[in-house]
C-alpha cells in the first residue's frame, strides 16, 4: 500500500478545520493555512484554491464574520472571527465527526 | 437574500477579495526570505505555490453567484415541491388569479385601446373637432357652414389648417348591380390637416376643387382592392358614382378611416359653389390641426376673436354664434370612458377579493407549516430568505395564473370586439406587448398582495419556536388576521353587488318602459339618395311618394312612413320656436325637438292621436304635428289646433298649422323622458330617410321581397342598413347591457370568491379546534352547541363586513348615479337584497364546514394526545 505522504483533505472536512482554526481567534487567511500545516504536522496541506471559496462560503452562511484589520507586520489584512451560529455549527460537527471516525476505527479494529 | 444588494456589493467584493489575496502571496514571500531566498526567488516561489491567482479568485467570486442561483433554484425547487404537495390547492390559486388577472387584463386592454392610446393618425394630439354654437338660443353645436369655415380657416394664426366633410350614400354603378357607397364631400386642405399623402396617385388639385371643375376622388384602399383589383394603374381609371363619371386621382392608405371605415370614396366640396354661400346652411363636420405647442386654450380664445370679428361683419347670421373647440379623441371615444372605468375599479376589486382570498388559504397553511419553517430557520436561514422562499412559491403560482389570464384576456378581447360593435375604436382592442407586460405587473403586485402578510406572519416563528411542540396536539390561539381578511372580502363583494344589483335593476326599469310608441314588427331600411336632389324638392318629394305608395303595396305591408330619425334612437335636435298667435307664457322660450316624418309616421309606429287629425304631407300648405307634452308644456288652456308654429329664428318659411296632437313617445331614447316635440310632415326634406314598414309577421322575412321590389322601382339606386327596429334599440342599448352583464358576472364571481373563502376558513379553524372540540365533547358538550358556534363565527365575520360594504357601497354608489335609471344610488331595496343575499351565502358556506368541525370522535382525538 502506497503510503500518503500528505493527505488530501476528506471532502467536507476542510470546512471543519476552518471552523476549528478561526475559533482559537481571529485569524487572516494566510494565517488559517499555516496553522493548519503547523497543528497537522505538515501531513495536511490546504491548496489556496480550496481555502478562500471555503472561507467566503462559510461567512456566507454566516457561520464565519470578518473584519480588516492589521497584520503582525503591519500589513492591511482580513480576519476571521467565528460567529455565534459557527460556534455551533462546529460543535455539530465535531460531535458527527467523532461519532463517525469512531465508527470507522470499530470496522477497521474489527475487521482485522 | 436580496439580487440587488449582492449586486451593489459586487465591486466592493472583487477589489477586498484581490488585497486579500495578495496579501497571501506577501506572506509567503515574506517567509520565503525568512527561509533564505533572494527577494526575487522568493516572490516567484510564493506565486508558483499560491497556484493561478486569478482561479482562486473566479473560484471565490463563484461562492457568490452560485449561492445565489442556489438560493433561486432552492426556492423554485421548493416551490415546485409546494405546488406538488397539493395540486387541488394550486389549481385553485392559478384558477382564481387566472380569473382575476384575465378580467382585469380585459378590461384594461380596452381603456388601454379607446382612451389611453393616442388616435391612429400622426401626431393625432394636435386634432381637434371645431363646432359653431348659439348659446343665445341655448342650441346645440351645430355643423358649420361653408363660408364660415372658409373664413375660420383664412383668419385663424393658431391651426396648420382647418378643413370640413359632409359624408352620404350613393350608389356606384360601375358593376352589376347598383351598390352603395358612403362617399364624403371635403374642403380643402384635407389631406392636410390628416396628415396624410396617398400611397398612389395626388391630391386634389385646385381646378377640381372649383366650382365646375372636373370631378375627382381619392378612394380607399377597401374600394382599390374590391372595385378597382388592386390595379397599381388604377389613377385615372372612371368610376360612376350617382350616375356621374368621376376620376379617381388617387389611393389612400388602408390605415386612413377618417370620418369611419364605411367611407370609400372622397372628393371635393367646392367651397365657391353659389348654392354654399349662404351663411345659415350649417354642413360641415370641421377638424383643424393646431400648429405644434398651440394649446387649445390659445385657439379657442384665437377662434373667439376670428368669430367676433365676423360677428360684426355679418351680425344678422354670425352675431350670436361661438366657436366650440373639443379634441378629437374625446369626440371619437364619447361617453363611454365612464362606463369603462366603472368597469375597471370593479374588476380591480374583484381582483383584490381572490387575492385576499389566496392569502388566507395561504395564512392557514404556513400556518400549518410552522414546523417547516422552524425547521428552517434553525438550518441557519435568514427571516428575509424564508420570506423570499414564501414569496417565490406564490409567484410562480401567479405567473402561472397571469398566463391562465391573458389566454381570458385573449378571449375577451375578441369577445369585446363581437357584443358591442357600437363601442368607438373597438377593432384597435388587440392583445400586445404592452397588455402581457400589465398582466406580469399584475402578477407581481398579486404575490405580494396575496403572499406577502401570510409570509410575514409565518416567518415570526423563532429558532426556540415550535421545534419541540407540534402544533396539532395542542389547543392553538385564535387568528384574528384570517377573520379580518374575510370581512374586508364580505365588505368588497358586497359593495360589488349593490353596484350590480342597482344597474340590474335600472336595465328592467328600462325595459318596463313604455316607450309610446309600438317597435315590434317594424323593419327599417334606407335608399340611397343624394342631397343634390333637394335643389329641386318637388321631384325628390315624388320620387319618395312613389316609393312609399310602391311599397305599401306589397303584401304583407301594414303601413309605411319616412322618418329624418330613428325612433329610440336619435340625437335630438331642439329648435326654438313662435307660436304665431301668441303663448301662455310670452316670455317663456318655446323650445322642441324637432322630428321630420311622412304623415303614415304615427300609424307605423302606432302613436296614438289624441286630438285633431293628422297632417297631410301632401298638401300644398304644410302642416305640423305636436306631441302632448308640448301642449301641456306650452298651451295648456288653449285650443293649440289650428295655431301656427314658426321658427324663432328669421326663416322664409311660411308658418305651417298644427293639425293635431300625438301621444308622448320616447323619440329620443329609452332611458329619456319624452319632451316637447313637433313633427314636420314632409317627404322632400331629405333624399335618404329611414323607411319604417310595419309588416304583418316577421320583419326581417319580408326584407328580400322588399328590397325586390325596390329594385323594380329604382333599379339605379342601391338599399341599406336593412334591420328591425328593435334591433336599433338593442344597439342603444348595447353599452348599458355590456355594462349591467359584465358587473353582474363580476359580483357574482366575487360573492364566489368570499363563499370559497369562509369555507375555508371555518374549515381550518374547525381542524386547528379538533382537540378543543374533542374536550368539549367528552366535558358534555352537545355537538349542536359546537356547530353552532362555528357558525357564529362565520356569520359575525359576514355580518360585519355586510355592514362595512353597505357603507362603502353608498359612498361609492355616488360614482354609478349618471347611469341610473328609474332608481336612486341609495335604492333601499337592492340593499336590503344583497345583505339577505350575502348572509344566506354566508351561512351555507360557514354550515357545511360548522357541522364537520363537530362531527369529532372524543375518544379518537384524546388519545391522538
Known amino acids: ?112 | 437574500m436580496s439580487w440587488f444588494s449582492d449586486k451593489s456589493r459586487k465591486f466592493d467584493d472583487e477589489k477586498k477579495i484581490d488585497s486579500e489575496i495578495s496579501f497571501h502571496v506577501e506572506e509567503m514571500t515574506r517567509a520565503n526570505i525568512v527561509g533564505g531566498m533572494t527577494p526575487v526567488e522568493a516572490r516567484r516561489r510564493a506565486v508558483l505555490d499560491f497556484g493561478g491567482a486569478e482561479q482562486v479568485k473566479q473560484q471565490v467570486r463563484e461562492v457568490y453567484i452560485s449561492a445565489m442561483m442556489d438560493g433561486l433554484r432552492l426556492n423554485l425547487r421548493s416551490a415546485m415541491c409546494f405546488i406538488r404537495k397539493d395540486p387541488s390547492f394550486a389549481v385553485v390559486v392559478v384558477l382564481t388569479l387566472g380569473l382575476g388577472i384575465g378580467a382585469n387584463s380585459a378590461v384594461f386592454s380596452a381603456i388601454d385601446a379607446i382612451l389611453l392610446r393616442p388616435l391612429s393618425y400622426s401626431h393625432s394630439g394636435e386634432l381637434v373637432e371645431l363646432h359653431q354654437q348659439n348659446l343665445k338660443q341655448g342650441r346645440l353645436p351645430t355643423p358649420v357652414s361653408t363660408v364660415r369655415l372658409e373664413d375660420w380657416s383664412r383668419d385663424n394664426s393658431t391651426f396648420q389648417s382647418i378643413s370640413g366633410f359632409y359624408a352620404q350614400n350613393v350608389t356606384l354603378n360601375t358593376g352589376e348591380l347598383p351598390e352603395r357607397i358612403t362617399e364624403a364631400y371635403v374642403t380643402p386642405r384635407f389631406l392636410q390637416v390628416w396628415g396624410v399623402t396617398p400611397v398612389l396617385g395626388r391630391d386634389f388639385t385646385r381646378e377640381e376643387e372649383k366650382f365646375g371643375g372636373p370631378n375627382a376622388a381619392l378612394v380607399s384602399n377597401r374600394f382599390w382592392r374590391m372595385h378597382l383589383h388592386s390595379d397599381p394603374a388604377a389613377v385615372g381609371k372612371i368610376v360612376r358614382l350617382d350616375g356621374f363619371s368621376t376620376t379617381v386621382v388617387g389611393v389612400l392608405p388602408a390605415s386612413f378611416l377618417f370620418p369611419d371605415r364605411e367611407v370609400d370614396v372622397w372628393s371635393p366640396s367646392q367651397v365657391d359653389a353659389p348654392y354654399a354661400q349662404d351663411r345659415s346652411s350649417t354642413w360641415f363636420s370641421v377638424q383643424g390641426r393646431l400648429k405644434p405647442g398651440v394649446t387649445r386654450a390659445q385657439a379657442q380664445a384665437d377662434m373667439a376673436t376670428v368669430q367676433a370679428r365676423l360677428g360684426k361683419q355679418f351680425p344678422k347670421s354670425d352675431g350670436n354664434l361661438t366657436v366650440l373647440l373639443v379634441p378629437l379623441k374625446s369626440v371619437v371615444i364619447g361617453s363611454i370612458g365612464s362606463s369603462l372605468w366603472i368597469l375597471y375599479g370593479s374588476v380591480s376589486l374583484l381582483l383584490l377579493i381572490a387575492c385576499m382570498n389566496i392569502a388566507v388559504l395561504l395564512l392557514a397553511r404556513t400556518a400549518e407549516r410552522e414546523h417547516e419553517i422552524s425547521i428552517r430557520y434553525a438550518l441557519g436561514a435568514s427571516r428575509r430568505e424564508i420570506i423570499f422562499q414564501l414569496l417565490t412559491e406564490v409567484l410562480v403560482l401567479a405567473v402561472a395564473g397571469s398566463v391562465a389570464g391573458l389566454a381570458v384576456a385573449a378571449g375577451a378581447s375578441r369577445a369585446f370586439a363581437h357584443f358591442s360593435k357600437n363601442l368607438p375604436r373597438v377593432d384597435e382592442i388587440a392583445l400586445n406587448w404592452r397588455i402581457v407586460m400589465y398582466s406580469l405587473v399584475c402578477a407581481v403586485v398579486a404575490t405580494l398582495v396575496c403572499g406577502l402578510f401570510p409570509a410575514i406572519r409565518g416567518s415570526r416563528g423563532s429558532l426556540s419556536g415550535s421545534l419541540s411542540q407540534s402544533s396539532p396536539r395542542q389547543v392553538s390561539a385564535r387568528n384574528p388576521w384570517q377573520s379580518i381578511l374575510m370581512g374586508v372580502q364580505v365588505s368588497l363583494a358586497v359593495t360589488l353587488l349593490i353596484g350590480a344589483g342597482l344597474l340590474l335593476r335600472s336595465f328592467q326599469a328600462i325595459g318596463r318602459v313604455n316607450p309610446g310608441f309600438d317597435p315590434n314588427h317594424v323593419l327599417t331600411l334606407r335608399i340611397s339618395g343624394s342631397w343634390g336632389e333637394t335643389t329641386k324638392p318637388e321631384k325628390m318629394s315624388q320620387r319618395i311618394n312613389r316609393t312609399l305608395d310602391g311599397l305599401r303595396s306589397v303584401p304583407g305591408v301594414e303601413a309605411i312612413a319616412i322618418s329624418g330619425t330613428i325612433p329610440g334612437n336619435s340625437s335630438g335636435y331642439p329648435v326654438e320656436l313662435k307660436i304665431s298667435e301668441g303663448q301662455r307664457d310670452p316670455n317663456r322660450k318655446v323650445i322642441a325637438n324637432a322630428h321630420i316624418v311622412s304623415a303614415g309616421y304615427f300609424d307605423v309606429l302606432r302613436i296614438p292621436l289624441l286630438a285633431g287629425e293628422v297632417c297631410n304631407d301632401r298638401s300644398a300648405t304644410n302642416t305640423v304635428m305636436v306631441n302632448q307634452s308640448f301642449a301641456d308644456t306650452y298651451m295648456a288652456n288653449f285650443s293649440v289646433i289650428g295655431y301656427h308654429l314658426a321658427y324663432a329664428a328669421a326663416s322664409s318659411m311660411k308658418p305651417p298649422e298644427i293639425r293635431g296632437i300625438v301621444g308622448d313617445a320616447r323619440e329620443e331614447s329609452l332611458d329619456q323622458l319624452p319632451g316637447p316635440a313637433v313633427y314636420w310632415c314632409r317627404t322632400e326634406a331629405m333624399p335618404d330617410p329611414n323607411y319604417l314598414i310595419r309588416t304583418h309577421g316577421d320583419p326581417m322575412a319580408m326584407a328580400a321581397t322588399l328590397r325586390t321590389k325596390i329594385h323594380q322601382l329604382e333599379p339605379a339606386r342601391s338599399v341599406f342598413s336593412v334591420m328591425p327596429l328593435e334591433s336599433h334599440l338593442g344597439d342603444q342599448l348595447a353599452e348599458n347591457r355590456l355594462r349591467t352583464i359584465l358587473l353582474t358576472l363580476f359580483a357574482m364571481t366575487a360573492i364566489s370568491l368570499v363563499c370559497i373563502g369562509l369555507y375555508g376558513t371555518i374549515s381550518y379553524l374547525g381542524r386547528t379546534r379538533r382537540r378543543e372540540v374533542g374536550l368539549r365533547l367528552a366535558l358534555g358538550a352537545v355537538p349542536r352547541q359546537i356547530t353552532r358556534r362555528f357558525l357564529l363565527q362565520g356569520l359575525r365575520v359576514a355580518l360585519i363586513g355586510c355592514v362595512a360594504g353597505l357603507v362603502l357601497a353608498a359612498g361609492l354608489s355616488r360614482l354609478l348615479a349618471g347611469m341610473l335609471y328609474g332608481v336612486s344610488a341609495l335604492d333601499p331595496a337592492t340593499y336590503v337584497i344583497v345583505l339577505l343575499l350575502t348572509l344566506l351565502v354566508a351561512t351555507i358556506a360557514s354550515l357545511v364546514p360548522a357541522v364537520r368541525a363537530a362531527r369529532v370522535e372524543p375518544t379518537e382525538v384524546l388519545r391522538e394526545a
Open chain 1, 1 to 112: 500500500m502506497r503510503e500518503l505522504k500528505k493527505a488530501d483533505l476528506l471532502q467536507g472536512t476542510l470546512d471543519m478545520l476552518i471552523l476549528k482554526v478561526v475559533a482559537l481567534g481571529s485569524i487572516h487567511g494566510y494565517g488559517i493555512s499555516q496553522r493548519i500545516q503547523q497543528i497537522s504536522k505538515d501531513v495536511l496541506q490546504v491548496q489556496q484554491g480550496s481555502l478562500y471559496p471555503a472561507l467566503h462560503r462559510l461567512q456566507k452562511r454566516r457561520w464565519l464574520e470578518s473584519e480588516w484589520g492589521e497584520s503582525e507586520n503591519g500589513r492591511e489584512a482580513k480576519f476571521y472571527r467565528l460567529s455565534a451560529l459557527g460556534r455551533k455549527q462546529l460543535a455539530a460537527e465535531e460531535a458527527s465527526w467523532a461519532r463517525l471516525s469512531e465508527a470507522i476505527t470499530l470496522i477497521l479494529q474489527t475487521v482485522r
